[in-house]
């Protein structure tokens, strides 16, 4: 099996800056994890609150602590440091390749997106973001890590495109039909979430979106033999544009 995961993000329109955080670790006994926190607010304050509760996160889960027992860690981090007074959403999907599991941890009220040969499963059950409330929790689900799987992540600026207008993105749906048509491609499904949420949003994002995707799919053979070919080789991708 092999392993895709995408990002796309953007900031809000005329900030500057996302509040939102991406991370990435690997795990201390095999997989990988992935933290995306959603700051209160836009901008630089966001952004601050997202980079304390995502080094939290990253910092718990390299030292082997459990994915639910990292979500709670850093609320409880936030909530002493700031006093109950700032908020943010956290979500953890990780590649646990000891229990051979993909493992999703949600405090949001975004819902997160599972596809497999099955159907597509929604899950949106109630959940408190970190930092304000005494006691709170994540919400845990482990899925069997096989192929195909595609899970889809996001903040909730993704919700709110084209709220201003009257409009706004069907997200199962949207993530059915690119699966139904063209294969769960990660890096397609997060690239066509973000442009259709922009294109809600008139250009001008209304809020921080990230979206993150995640994907198994059964490996590729290589046609064509390389010095690569037979070799476990792990690669990351990234584009990152820099303002003038």
């Not at 995408?6 to 900031?11: C, D, F, L, Q």
């Not at 596809?115 to 482990?142: A, N, Q, Y």
């Not at 706004?168 to 063209?182: A, G, K, N, Y």
Request: proline content about 4%; some cysteine.
């Amino acid at each position: 099996m092999e392993v895709h995961v995408a990002v796309a993000k953007v900031a809000k329109y005329a900030t500057g800056e996302s509040g939102d955080t991406v991370e990435m670790i690997e795990r201390p006994h095999g997989g990988l994890s992935f933290v995306m926190v959603d700051g209160q607010r836009s901008g630089r304050s966001a952004k601050a609150i997202s980079n304390l509760v995502a080094r939290k996160a990253i910092s718990l889960l390299a030292e082997g602590v459990r994915d639910g027992a990292t979500a709670r860690a850093a609320h409880d981090y936030l909530y002493t440091y700031r006093g109950g007074k700032v908020q943010a959403t956290l979500n953890i999907v990780s590649v646990d390749m000891v229990s051979r599991t993909i493992v999703l941890s949600r405090n949001s009220h975004c819902p997160i997106l599972v596809v497999t040969d099955e159907g597509l499963r929604i899950f949106d059950e109630p959940s408190r973001p970190v930092g304000v409330h005494r006691g709170t929790k994540p919400l845990v689900v482990e899925l069997p890590l096989q192929a195909p799987t595609t899970v889809v992540l996001f903040t909730d600026g993704l919700l709110s495109a084209g709220q201003r207008r009257g409009r706004s993105l069907d997200v199962p749906s949207v993530v059915q039909t690119l699966c139904d048509e063209h294969g769960c491609d990660a890096q397609a499904i997060a690239d066509h979430l973000l442009a259709e949420a922009l294109h809600l949003d008139e250009g001008r994002a209304s809020d921080d979106i990230t979206v993150l995707v995640l994907t198994v799919h059964t490996r590729r053979r290589q046609n064509e033999p390389t010095m690569l070919s037979g070799a476990d080789v792990r690669r990351l991708s990234l584009t990152f544009p820099i303002s003038q």
